[in-house]
């Protein structure tokens, strides 16, 4: 009986500092991915790893795509095709690309298709400041 009243009073002194700073006993989190390519090789594996985590995580799972590297050319007018693009922005994938890696492929921000961000800090810097937004990595 007595460790039932010890549960008890913790459970309310609980719920009193829950209300007094405004935080949550239990906080929904929403997943988060982050998706890095730098291979255009990888494409197809990259837009199939999208779709699936669409399929299997919350409907608002916010997912984000990191492009550096090669692959950046798959997200310009300099490739002839933009169908695995427009596959994953029907995904509602967030696509950002390395401003670097667009320079070293002689690519200019205006060959960009439409649809995708341009990250004038580098394609790194945007990984390491999702990842420290929580974000889960995954590299195809």
């Given at each position: 009986m007595k460790f039932l009243n010890y549960v008890t009073?913790?459970?309310?002194?609980?719920?009193?500092?829950?209300?007094?700073?405004g935080?949550?006993?239990?906080?929904q989190t929403t997943d988060k991915v982050v998706l890095h390519i730098s291979n255009p090789l990888k494409m197809t594996m990259l837009v199939n790893?999208?779709?699936n985590l669409r399929k299997s995580l919350d409907k608002d799972a916010v997912i984000a795509v990191v492009v550096n590297g090669?692959?950046?050319?798959?997200?310009?007018?300099?490739?002839?095709?933009?169908?695995?693009l427009d596959e994953i922005l029907q995904q509602d994938a967030d696509v950002s690309i390395c401003s670097f890696a667009l320079k070293n492929k002689n690519i200019s921000k205006?060959?960009?298709y439409e649809g995708v961000s341009y990250?004038?800090?580098?394609?790194?810097?945007?990984?390491?400041?999702?990842?420290?937004?929580?974000?889960?990595?995954?590299k195809p």
């Open positions: 009073k913790a459970f309310a002194t609980l719920l009193i500092i829950s209300a007094l700073t935080s949550p006993l239990y906080a790893n999208i779709k090669p692959a950046v050319a798959r997200f310009s007018s300099s490739f002839s095709s933009r169908k695995q205006e060959q960009l990250l004038e800090d580098g394609g790194v810097i945007r990984l390491v400041k999702l990842q420290q937004e929580g974000y889960a990595y995954i």
